[in-house]
């Protein structure tokens, strides 16, 4: 493992100690000293992010991600006050999740507590390093994070003002710290990281994750790609289908949870087809049509011919892809095939159908009657949302603070052994 | 990915879908059904077993070894028995974890739900074949099980009774299948089944476990490193002590809640080792002080000087490390740095020291005042165990069959979009 990694992950050992046995008033001052800090200090971090920007407009980086790589003095108190806002959560740690008296009079409590050190690996966006500092803190745990050379400038300053917002109220310097100038050794030497690294959390498109999962020797929790599905029942109530289905793919196409791919029980097709197809091409949806909708709805614009890879992709924009199936089961059975596990939904007025899709479909979230949009911690009730998991082992679907805590059992006895 | 293994693990998913919605009637009929006829096919396993053992002895397997690896009709009986035992267990499956209205309307509902297809890697057990089809079925997964090659007629014979019983009460066959005969190379693909396995549980060896961990791309859990650590507080009550002690390490010394290490506070040290390490040494352990330990005890039979490395060491075996520590702080520095995370104990009459030790003692489980070795899921009244987990993603400690499923969310809407 690359050396210098070894060292910060360490010292993010020696302050997770502290931070497991902070009290929640000390991490919410902790919260509260990063958010003022951020403000204070908001000239620096300007100065910084403009290198990194004017470097990626020499680099040639799409105006979206000029976007996302952007800092205002807006955006940085709207960051700030995303700090605080953790500070009005629930402490995840110390809850009590279970606990019985064994026949022996053992007492047991299992307890939740903190991961201890947190990775995070993202791609060039300053605002999830001040969100994944506020997580990792509200939940105990001490984070080491890579977030992207293109940001490098923005996280280096950003990180040191946390830093030094955290030892003013006698919390340890090293509970967040930085591996960007380590470039792409350190990245791996960070999946690598066995025995210093609780679990890495990879956030941002596919191949990073993808990269992430394959190099990893360290837990890791998969977040985000989402393939997501609306299949339109034999029983349906048309009107409120059509407004689901535009709901979920056109409110906001660029998310994990927005729908990919629209299925149409072969009964409804004549019918339903024409309209929502209508409403998708007017709100500027390119529709990838298999042979069965292209038939009913004819020579469009805004509907082209479905290929195979439709139903794999994830498209995050402004296109979706549409068929027709013979029966529910053929429709469990696509979604079984290209769904990627995040949020499937059914409209349909059917218990049955509603029963069976339930039960069938093996994803994150599955939604009777409602947009796929709902997928997010923030509309679960969850408060912050690390990411959401797509991954079946510890967490699935969005994850609050809770997913970032691990469990300790206490056993408390006076003097039994074991016969 | 080798193609027989992404075959086999195809089979599994299929039968995966399948055995996710069987009710627990089911299931436990197909447990009934499997411990049944390992009784009646006991000539044709025992056969294959004898070619296994016979094999085993002309390759040099060590007595333990051989002694695992051999079936005799008793065996078969309590192993076919341990699975009607699993039948009794309430199903993990269906339980409803959590769940709220949203202000919306919403209705969420967090339900349990099978992994889906469980690999599971182990050594020469075919004790362990069985048992990991069991856990499999009774939690509503798939498994796909890779045994070793010393065991490889056994796990042969056994998964062909077993997928056979399953089949004769209506449950897929392909519930339960091995990859024995692929060698080395089968054991690889399904550490890299991507998208086709949902975990992979190794059981057996620290070495064993390592290389799962490190070849592994799909999701881990690692199981049974034990280096256990008691300590022996400056209060304390020196006979209950005495007796945690002796039970920690003597009970059964070759497993992995066994404790390995003891550390006592200076202030007791002068009155406590010299009798705890001579009924240590009375019950056949060989101590391996420190140099403060030794100058207490002096020069005696069963005891020899400690070297860095006992500290590190899982013994498994009639051996203990013994050393001398300042005070309660640094017990618990000592243990950060050379515990596995398993278990530990601390020994003490005070409040203060309990508390502190638990809270900051990072390990799956912490006992005050009772011995090591109720770290177990049928101590703990979980009912079966597929083993002791050392890590802090999905499960940490005893893991009963709750541990073999993740969740679903249920989202119930009547037309819900999200503005």
Chains 1, 2 share one sequence.
Not at 28 to 36: P, V
Not at 67 to 96: F, N, Y
Request: glycine share 10%; charged share 20%; with cysteine.
């Amino acid at each position: 493992m690359d050396n210098a990694v070894a060292e910060i992950a360490k010292k993010a050992r020696v302050a997770s100690r502290q931070l497991a046995i902070a009290t929640r008033g000390m991490k919410d001052a902790g919260l509260y000293a990063m958010a003022e800090a951020l403000v204070d200090m908001d000239a620096m971090i300007l100065q910084a992010n403009k290198d990194d920007v004017e470097k990626g407009k020499e680099n040639g980086l799409t105006p979206g991600l000029i976007d996302r790589l952007t800092l205002t003095s807006e955006r940085i108190r709207q960051i700030s006050q995303a700090l605080k806002d953790l500070a009005s959560l629930p402490d995840p740690v110390g809850e009590v999740l279970r606990g019985s008296t064994l026949p022996n009079g053992l007492r047991l409590r299992q307890l939740a507590v903190p991961m201890g050190v947190v990775g995070m690996i993202y791609e060039a966006r300053p605002n999830v390093t001040v969100d994944a500092a506020g997580l990792g803190l509200k939940s105990g745990n001490a984070v080491i994070l890579r977030g992207g050379s293109a940001a490098l400038e923005s996280n280096m300053a950003i990180v040191s003002v946390l830093s030094e917002a955290l030892e003013s109220v006698g919390l340890p310097a090293d509970a967040v710290q930085s591996i960007d100038t380590l470039g792409r050794e350190g990245s791996v030497a960070l999946m690598r990281a066995r025995g210093l690294v609780d679990v890495l959390v990879p956030r941002g498109g596919a191949g990073l994750i993808q990269t992430v999962v394959k190099e990893a020797q360290v837990p890791v929790i998969e977040t985000g790609v989402g393939n997501c599905h609306i299949y339109v029942d034999r029983d349906v109530d048309q009107d409120q289908a059509l407004r689901i289905v535009v709901n979920s793919k056109t409110q906001r196409n660029s998310v994990c949870n927005a729908a990919e791919t629209l299925l149409v029980h072969r009964e409804q097709a004549a019918t339903f087809l024409p309209s929502v197809v209508r409403a998708l091409v007017d709100k500027g949806v390119t529709v990838h049509a298999d042979d069965e909708t292209l038939s009913v709805v004819g020579k469009m614009p805004g509907v082209v011919a479905a290929i195979d890879d439709d139903w794999a992709t994830e498209y995050l924009g402004p296109e979706m892809a549409v068929g027709v199936v013979p029966d529910i089961d053929a429709a469990i059975a696509h979604i079984g095939t290209w769904s990627s596990g995040h949020t499937e939904a059914i409209c349909t007025t059917s218990l049955a159908a509603s029963e069976k899709f339930t039960s069938e479909v093996d994803s994150a979230v599955v939604n009777i009657n409602a947009s796929t949009r709902f997928t997010d911690g923030g509309e679960f009730g969850l408060g912050a949302e690390i990411g959401i998991s797509t991954q079946k082992l510890h967490a699935r679907g969005p994850m609050g603070l809770g997913e970032l805590t691990t469990t300790k059992w206490i056993v408390m006895g006076d003097g039994q052994i074991r016969e």
